[in-house]
């Protein structure tokens, strides 16, 4: 029975905390809501610790982490964990993110009386993971008590393919906290970069994975190169499996003395206040963080018009969406921004209205609040005054 006098234990389950956007927004989320006292967790992660794992455990979140590889073990060890903590009485509420911790908290329930709630969090479309991933998470999503999606597009996927009752499915954007940018740590990092004052700075911040298009970019930059070829600078921050084929696609491509690969950062704010423009070159987005993380900055960003991708940058009015696997119309739009510093600050200014508005992290925090609190025994009222009711999937 949960002791409404005291915040409800939350197991959050992820595949690892390194540096990518599911990871930001677990620290955010975790960090906001253990410092308002309204939730106390535990960070269970299926392999390392990581950089993120360790922030937390700086800030005082308790972080356990398996260390396992693989997907059968990090499933099967995964659920043996969860199982054990729920017998023990120490958890309140289950809380998984991605496939594999979805599966993992799915398997660990069977059997278990009584029941304790799980939440899963769907952060994206799926389409490009593997066949049995694909067919295991659909025939055990289900089992799942909530399922929170970061956008329509992603609940929609969830309700069509996945066949989770749509009573189930609750959209909870991604949010961040509202900052300024630093015209000083925009100057300083452009001084290092050797930026002339009227070059534009383009930036990719994201995993050097296929899915995220780190290829179609430079595909793109090589036809910019042709187009303009002064002006202009790229710099990719991030790391990935593709990081061999992109540095070399960089080479192939003549691009190395404007394109330049800086690998994962602990801080992407000053990137961000550095660049004129981010570009998201998807292939599949659930909702990009990157994105917001921009726009919360007041720069415009050009991205492929894949998933909830949509339901953030505003064509034409915070930034530029071009059909996806489109090279070509990815440059012309860099090309068109390059070109227009106008543009460039209207669009900025507006994403950063648009985000302040609709994808605050206080939004983001009240919204899973009180979808714990739908599922907590006694379930207990979130005040009108914070709470904020998610939307449903129709």
């Known amino acids: 029975m949960v002791d409404s006098s ?3 234990r939350v197991l959050l389950v992820v595949n690892s905390l390194g540096f990518g956007g599911t990871e930001r927004m677990i620290e955010r989320m975790t960090l906001h809501l253990t410092a308002s006292g309204q939730v106390r967790y535990t960070i269970l992660s299926l392999e390392d610790e990581g950089p993120i794992g360790a922030r937390l455990r700086a800030a005082g979140v308790e972080v356990l982490a398996l260390g396992h590889r693989g997907a059968l073990r990090q499933v099967l060890g995964g659920a043996l964990a969860i199982r054990r903590m729920i017998r023990a009485g120490s958890v309140d509420l289950v809380h998984t993110f991605l496939y594999r911790s979805h599966c993992a908290g799915r398997v660990a329930r069977l059997g278990v009386s009584p029941r304790t709630p799980l939440v899963s969090s769907e952060r994206c479309l799926g389409d490009n993971r593997g066949l049995l991933t694909r067919q295991v998470n659909r025939l055990t999503s289900r089992w799942s008590d909530r399922v929170l999606v970061v956008s329509r597009a992603v609940g929609e996927r969830t309700a069509q393919r996945d066949g989770v009752p749509r009573d189930r499915v609750a ?6 906290e509202a900052v300024e940018s630093d015209p000083r740590s925009r100057a300083r ?13 383009l930036l990719y911040l994201g995993r050097l994975h296929r899915e995220k ?9 090589e036809a910019l190169q042709r187009r303009l070829p002064d002006g202009w600078r790229c710099v990719f921050i991030g790391d990935g499996p593709e990081r061999g084929q992109v540095r070399a696609a960089v080479k192939t491509h003549g691009l190395a003395d404007r394109v330049f690969l800086m690998g994962a950062r602990s801080r992407v704010g000053p990137w961000i206040d550095a660049c004129d423009a981010l570009v998201v070159p998807s292939r599949e987005e659930g909702m990009p963080v990157a994105a917001i993380e921009a726009m919360m900055r007041g720069r415009p960003v050009v991205a492929s018009r894949v ?7 505003l064509d034409g009015d915070t930034g530029i969406l071009v059909p996806p696997e489109d090279p070509a119309a990815l440059g012309t739009a860099l090309a068109r921004l390059i070109g227009d510093s106008g543009l460039r600050r209207r669009m900025g200014g507006r994403g950063r209205e648009v985000a302040r508005a609709c994808f605050s992290l206080e939004r983001m925090a009240e919204g899973t609040l009180h979808e714990y609190e739908r599922l907590l025994p006694g379930e207990r009222a979130v005040s009108a005054a914070g709470g904020v009711a998610a939307a449903r999937v129709r």
């Open 6 to 8: 005291r915040p409800p």
């Open 171 to 176: 959209v909870v954007p991604n949010g961040i």
């Open 189 to 201: 990092l452009r001084r290092v970069l050797r930026l002339g004052g009227d070059e534009a700075l």
């Open 213 to 221: 298009g780190p290829d179609l970019l430079v595909t793109a930059l």
């Open 307 to 313: 998933g909830g991708t949509p339901e953030v940058v």
